[in-house]
């Protein structure tokens, strides 16, 4: 498919045709407007509404709180951020996600490139004003989910893979509906089985029109099922396309010129492997495009679960201390132990939302399932020690008796009770490290919930 936005040059050089003429995508059922038509201006520095400050370090380690500053406010970190997929966190309103703690969310360029179209976000306002959500804004670059409908394994953070190695591994009974080559990814739509074409720049033109004020350079996203030999080949292919991504941006910061300044992070990939991770951190950490380099750094791909916070430590021991980084799907309490402890500084992840509709609820003890008989009678709150408007308002036996008669509402007290314990689970984290108690906390909190 050729890419309709980009002109590819005999030099092998990606860049953006800024002409008069709006390009567009054809998707088949509707067509996304994709609007470079602005002329190109002096290249302009990042502005200063976006930066990042460290508050206090984690003593023997490499953790710390900080103060993440965007256009639209600043996020304390450690942080949770809540992930409203399609611009909204799933049954929930964004005036409740606000009211329980959250200070940004992220949403996904993949499903809004989908539906409704970057082009009706991008002239409602961008994304926070199109979901009425006032704070910090993220959208992912959509690598994620090229690599989740390419192999069908969809949201897996760590998987089994002793004695397995295999480059063309797809999910038992799934049909491969991407393919990656060196220019970007071709890939079949979920929604109407249409094709399509995502690339770096075409990436970068999505979510530039989405507003959001932290975005993410377009990475190929592995599976730990893949040789080292195809994660070699990989971790080329992400790193030259984070040099195009950072081009791309940079030209488009100049050329939507009085916009609120979007910070690009580049993407850490590398699987299990220490060199790979070590190697690419340090490659994306000093590569500068006219001046211009990485605001912050995600840290992506599918983890073992065990060596995550190895993991991340290898990466942020290499990346500048002065960049915000952001782990990329993980909501698990002794997960955020470990990724705090080891550098990172915010997080996001589906799974609190996901789980609670499924009537899966977090407390202080561990997490439980509360459609089961054993709660049919239950009168007291989901958790005692909990101040969300769940807990404040309703009984174990009435989020029971939502979830057996499948009642909407059931979803809406689920996800509230779960984003707020994770939410505030971070925020007493970033507490403790401030207030030199971070060993204590860690002990008390996981030798309860974990027991």
């Not at 932290?214 to 030999?229: K, P, Q, V």
Request: hydrophobic share 35%; with cysteine.
């Amino acid at each position: 498919m050729t890419d309709p936005l980009f002109q590819y040059t005999s030099s092998k050089r990606h860049t953006l045709d800024t002409s008069s003429e709006r390009h567009t995508l054809d998707t088949s059922s509707e067509r996304h407007t994709l609007d470079t038509s602005i002329e190109p201006v002096e290249i302009i520095p990042p502005a200063q509404d976006f930066g990042f400050a460290v508050n206090t370090r984690l003593d023997g380690a490499l953790g710390r709180t900080g103060t993440i500053s965007t256009p639209h406010g600043d996020i304390q970190t450690p942080a949770f951020i809540a992930v409203g997929t399609k611009a909204t966190v799933k049954a929930v309103l964004p005036e409740a996600i606000s009211e329980l703690g959250a200070q940004a969310v992220l949403a996904n360029a993949y499903h809004l490139y989908l539906q409704p179209g970057p082009d009706i976000v991008d002239e409602a306002g961008g994304l926070g004003a199109f979901m009425n959500w006032p704070g910090p804004t993220f959208t992912d670059s959509g690598g994620f989910q090229v690599m989740s409908l390419g192999v069908g394994f969809k949201k897996v953070l760590a998987m089994n893979t002793a004695g397995l190695g295999n480059d063309e591994v797809i999910a038992e009974g799934k049909s491969r509906l991407a393919h990656v080559d060196d220019d970007g990814v071709t890939f079949t739509s979920h929604r109407d089985g249409s094709k399509h074409r995502f690339s770096p720049e075409i990436s970068m033109c999505i979510q530039h029109q989405l507003g959001a004020d932290i975005i993410f350079a377009f990475d190929e996203c592995t599976t730990l099922m893949n040789t080292r030999g195809y994660q070699q080949e990989s971790l080329a292919r992400t790193q030259a396309w984070a040099e195009r991504c950072l081009a791309a941006h940079d030209q488009l910061t100049s050329s939507r010129a009085g916009r609120p300044y979007q910070a690009l992070f580049g993407v850490v990939q590398g699987a299990q492997y220490e060199d790979l991770r070590r190697q690419a951190s340090r490659d994306l950490a000093s590569l500068e495009v006219n001046g211009r380099n990485f605001d912050g750094y995600g840290i992506g791909g599918a983890l073992e679960k065990e060596n995550l916070g190895t993991i991340v430590g290898w990466v942020c021991d290499e990346l500048p201390e002065s960049a915000p980084k952001h782990l990329l799907g993980i909501s698990e309490p002794d997960d955020f132990f470990s990724a705090i402890e080891n550098g990172a500084d915010t997080f996001d992840c589906v799974s609190p939302s996901r789980v609670a509709r499924n009537a899966a609820l977090y407390t202080r003890d561990g997490r439980f399932n509360v459609n089961t008989a054993a709660h049919r009678r239950s009168f007291t709150s989901v958790d005692a020690e909990c101040d969300c408007y769940t807990c404040t308002h309703y009984t174990r036996a009435y989020l029971h008796h939502l979830f057996k008669s499948k009642e909407m509402l059931a979803s809406t007290l689920g996800t509230i009770h779960n984003e707020r314990f994770i939410v505030r689970l971070v925020d007493d984290i970033r507490a403790s490290i401030d207030s030199g108690t971070y060993a204590v906390f860690k002990r008390d909190f996981l030798g309860r919930y974990y027991s």
